[in-house]
């Protein structure tokens, strides 16, 4: 049974930064893509970054710039390095990976 954990979730000033973390505990790390998405209450899903089986990363237009991910295979952890937080960045994080989906880390980002 595979299990995602997010974590690294805070409340921080704009402009500040975070750190979120997906452990991927079980399975093969690497055997899917994992994609951070996030949600805020009234809004659709959003697609946030990506990285495939190789390592190609990508994000959204509206992160890029400002949001990183990357990943670390001996600890089976992808990372999503957020700077320049901004207001609008608030919402509860989600790791995805093949049908498993960690339970969300809440980000709050203060004006």
């Known amino acids: 049974q595979v299990q995602l954990v997010e974590s690294g979730g805070d409340l921080v000033q704009a402009g500040g930064s975070l750190r979120l973390s997906c452990q991927i505990i079980?399975?093969?790390?690497?055997?899917?893509p994992v994609w951070w998405y996030r949600r805020t209450p009234g809004k659709q899903r959003e697609l946030v970054a990506?990285?495939?089986?190789?390592?190609?990363?990508n994000c959204a237009d509206s992160v890029r710039g400002r949001f990183t991910i990357s990943r670390d295979v001996a600890w089976k952890t992808v990372y999503l390095q957020m700077d320049r937080l901004k207001p609008g960045d608030t919402a509860v994080y989600y790791c995805?990976?093949?049908?498993?989906w960690g339970r969300g880390t809440q980000v709050t980002v203060s004006s």
């Open positions: 990506s990285i495939t089986r190789g390592g190609d990363e």
């Open positions: 995805h990976s093949g049908a498993d």
């Open positions: 079980g399975g093969t790390f690497g055997a899917y």
